[in-house]
């Protein structure tokens, strides 16, 4: 019988483990909760280190899944096993697959509701449900919510994309730009002392476009510590000072508050020379951090999943069996385990596809 492959998550991973499962004779459908796939790529402009379009690498990704069966705009409300097989139920499925499912029980611990929620057989699910950007409105003293030249760094990439000059909300070209890092991460204030990883080179990457649009306006990035882990991301680092002289200013912001002209004042200590810091920008861009995806707190309990302390999935073993969990039929990929740039999520996706593979192929019990 060809075995069915459920892949909950239409991001980045999701999209590439269903494309490979596809290709490899599986029968793959993929369940995304938003009416459209790409998860947060779909949201970003130009990719760091090397600038390249996220619509390019999605384009990419997207042409490897002409055999994947895409449902999108769903929620899954249940998930049950019964031996080596599972029932996805999900909610909200408008037509796609309904008839071809009709003949699919509903599990017992699932209430029936024919007209919305539709059983899916799978023989394994990946969960490549991703992440959510940190709230910034939780981070009260810097503003955003309340001051409008107050924006996320997911913001400034929607303003990127859609190709119109970054003004300011009254309409100006920012003539001095604050980057904030680590809003939401590597604090224990709200509780996430993991680092989002990925954050720092965005903001050396934003930092350079911004220069780019406006080579006279000045740029500063206010830094706890710069973790450029990552091939060429050291080199831009660089690049962003020698050749675009941005500022790097180290430490954490303390407060702001708004000028009447909506100017915004950063009140920070630089830590570097011991001494307090006040200054005054026209745009101030946090730079938001991963936390672990809402949807996926009601999948765990489903299946009995354990999460870290940081709220992102665990792993069966984080070495050696990275895309396994403790349950045989459940896969992990992406920033479902915790915060990743793009390439590795298509690398973690690759690998967990490989991994369904041979637990699909093997006689074995278990899942390696
Ligand atoms: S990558 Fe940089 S900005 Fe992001 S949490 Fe880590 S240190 Fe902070």
Redesign the pocket.
């Known amino acids: 019988m060809e075995h069915s492959v459920i892949v909950i998550g239409g991001g980045v991973s999701g999209m590439t483990a269903a494309g490979m499962l596809a290709q490899q004779g599986f029968n793959v459908t993929l369940l995304e909760k938003e009416a459209e796939t790409g998860g947060h790529a779909a949201r970003w402009d130009r990719l760091f280190p090397d600038r390249k379009k996220a619509s390019e690498v999605l384009d990419f990704i997207r042409k490897g899944m002409s055999r994947v069966k895409v449902i999108t705009g769903i929620t899954v409300v249940n998930i049950t096993r019964n031996d080596k097989e599972f029932t996805v139920v999900t909610r909200g499925q408008v037509a796609d697959g309904g008839s071809q499912m009709a003949d699919i029980p509903h599990p017992a611990s699932c209430i029936p509701h024919p007209a919305s929620c539709i059983p899916h057989p799978a023989s394994c699910i990946l969960l490549a449900t991703g992440y959510e950007l940190f709230e910034a409105r939780k981070k009260e003293e810097y503003g955003y919510g309340i001051y409008n030249n107050v924006i996320t760094s997911a913001e400034l990439e929607d303003k990127f994309r859609s190709g119109s000059p970054i003004l300011t909300s009254e309409g100006k070209p920012p003539a001095r730009i604050g980057i904030v890092?680590?809003?939401g991460?590597?604090d224990e204030k709200v509780g996430n002392l993991?680092?989002?990883?990925?954050?720092?080179?965005t903001?050396v990457k934003q930092a350079i476009e911004l220069k780019e649009m406006y080579p006279a306006s000045e740029v500063f990035n206010f830094?706890?510590?710069?973790?450029m882990f990552d091939r060429h991301f050291e080199e831009l680092y660089y690049e962003a000072q020698q050749k675009w002289g941005v500022s790097f200013i180290r430490g954490r912001l303390s407060e702001c508050a708004e000028n009447p002209d909506g100017s915004i004042i950063v009140k920070t200590e630089d830590t570097l020379t011991g001494k307090p810091l006040k200054m005054t920008v026209d745009l101030l861009v946090l730079?938001t951090?991963f936390v672990p995806g809402r949807g996926m707190a009601s999948i765990s309990a489903m299946l009995g999943l354990t999460t870290g302390a940081d709220g992102f999935t665990n792993s069966a073993d984080s070495h050696t069996l990275n895309n396994s969990t403790e349950i045989p039929g459940i896969f992990l990929a992406g920033a479902v385990k915790g915060?990743v740039s793009i390439s590795e999520s298509i690398a973690d996706a690759r690998a967990a596809a490989i991994q369904i593979e041979v637990y699909l192929n093997s006689d074995k019990p278990g899942n390696d």
């Open positions: 890092h680590c809003v991460s590597r993991y680092c989002s990883k990925v954050c720092c080179v903001g830094y706890m510590d710069l973790r730079l951090g915060p």
